[in-house]
């Protein structure tokens, strides 16, 4: 468990669902609309875009709600496809099968295939439980690794609810037969296991795996960042991770705009602290096993502690 400086941060806004026409548009102006739109969207690229979060099985694919800067690489990769998603992961080779209103998929090679949006999620560690409850879906975390270290009142007061308070336990027979998924840090054999690689440190885009995506007919979103030439995104890149969880979630469109905020608040808020006094922080990190703390003297926390002031 970890302590944190929690700055004060907006709510994040929901993507616009609806615009207000004042005048009824002509039939003429509909049509121009549509043939400009589809022009557009046959000319784009086919990959490193974002499906946005309503896409639904029939849809025709041109429905793109934002892309990234394929510059670098986060850990993980994500392929759009009719009805189903593929999620992989750039450091391990896993893929994972994300599929829509319980289509059959009976496709080889994949280390899981999941229903999305999943319904009943293991947290085997804290990280990902921000993650969940900033997509606003805390109420899906049924079970977690480590109860006495989850800090959100949301998610613990649920799991007493449901009587659920005891360590959950991936060793025990048949473990993640009740649950859709489990979120962990430590690699184990189970088709309902989601390792989850967050680190400090991201290498660039590997070569080979640009080449892998060029040809492919379909979109494909590179979760990107070169802290080389951004210094910013070397600290904030790790909350991109909440696109991972997002696609688990059918939440991109959600993601994107949370990111967004969290990034612009960083940003104001490190502006703002450079002009006052500097103050005695520490980042420091409980072991439960050990029932010690330790401070964290790592580059990254401790640009962290010095941009907050």
């Not at 088709?191 to 640009?210: C, E, F, G, H, S």
Request: glycine residues 4%; proline residues 6%.
């Amino acid at each position: 468990m970890s302590l944190l400086l929690l700055l004060p941060a907006s709510q994040p806004q929901l993507p616009l669902q609806r615009a207000h026409i004042l005048h009824k548009p002509s039939t003429t102006f509909w049509t121009d609309f549509l043939t400009r739109f589809m022009s557009a969207c046959r000319s784009q690229p086919t990959h490193q875009y974002l499906l946005s979060s309503n896409h639904q099985p029939t849809d025709s694919a041109c429905l793109i709600s934002s892309f990234l800067d394929p510059e670098g690489s986060l850990g993980f990769t994500v392929e759009y496809y009719k009805w189903y998603k593929i999620v992989s992961d750039t450091k391990t080779g896993a893929m994972y099968a994300l599929v829509c209103c319980n289509q059959p998929f009976s496709q080889p090679g994949f280390s899981g295939v999941f229903n999305v949006p999943v319904q009943n999620i293991v947290s085997m560690d804290v990280k990902s439980i921000a993650f969940i409850e900033l997509l606003e879906s805390w109420q899906l975390i049924k079970a977690v690794g480590a109860p006495n270290n989850v800090t959100s009142n949301c998610v613990y007061n649920n799991l007493r609810a449901a009587e659920n308070l005891q360590p959950f336990d991936l060793s025990l027979p048949n473990a993640t037969g009740p649950w859709d998924i489990v979120f962990t840090q430590t690699p184990y054999n189970d088709r309902k296991v989601v390792l989850v690689n967050i680190t400090d440190d991201y290498a660039p885009l590997d070569v080979r795996t640009v080449l892998k995506f060029i040809d492919v007919p379909e979109f494909v979103l590179v979760l990107q960042c070169i802290s080389q030439i951004n210094p910013l995104c070397t600290l904030v890149q790790k909350a991109k991770w909440i696109y991972f969880y997002s696609t688990f979630l059918n939440q991109e469109g959600l993601a994107l705009n949370i990111y967004q905020n969290i990034q612009n608040q960083y940003k104001c808020h490190k502006s703002n602290f450079a002009h006052v006094g500097q103050k005695l922080l520490a980042w420091v990190n409980y072991d439960p096993a050990a029932s010690t703390w330790h401070i964290n003297t790592d580059k990254y926390h401790n640009t962290l502690l010095s941009d907050a002031g």
